[in-house]
Nanobody, 126 residues
Framework: QAQLVESGGGAVQAGGSLRVSCAAS????????MGWFRQSPGKEREFVATIAWRTGTWYADSVKGRFTISRDNAKNTVYLQMSRLDAEDTAVYYCAAATDGSGFGLYTRERQYAYWGQGTQVTVSS
């Protein structure tokens, strides 16, 4: 089983940048498809970005061109670099992981992920 721990959240002004990280342990990280989701107050959790363990990334339309997901298999860590942040990006950001046989899987639905972190708060002030 994989354990996930997010870090790097905080407060930032609109237009700024922030990078959140997710460290994985207890599993074979290099064979996991990883994803980021977020949940704002009063809203359902939504997909943000995903990265396959071989190659490939996918983003929600709302963050495409502003956010970048990446992974460092040597450090068992996945990152979400966020730029041009605005107030609508304020949310708790969750890291998720799932096994994938092909290595090219890009998972956008919560039910596709078996492992979740506890979340990290990102607050964007205008």
């Amino acid at each position: 089983q994989a354990q996930l721990v997010e870090s790097g959240g905080g407060a930032v002004q609109a237009g700024g940048s922030l990078r959140v990280s997710c460290a994985a342990s207890g599993g074979t990280f290099s064979r996991l498809v990883m994803g980021w989701f977020r949940q704002s107050p009063g809203k359902e959790r939504e997909f943000v970005a995903t990265i396959a363990w071989r190659t490939g990334t996918w983003y929600a339309d709302s963050v495409k061109g502003r956010f970048t997901i990446s992974r460092d298999n040597a450090k068992n860590t996945v990152y979400l670099q966020m730029s041009r942040l605005d107030a609508e990006d304020t949310a708790v950001y969750y890291c998720a992981a799932a096994t994938d046989g092909s290595g090219f899987g890009l998972y956008t639905r919560e039910r596709q992920y078996a492992y979740w972190g506890q979340g990290t708060q990102v607050t964007v002030s205008s």
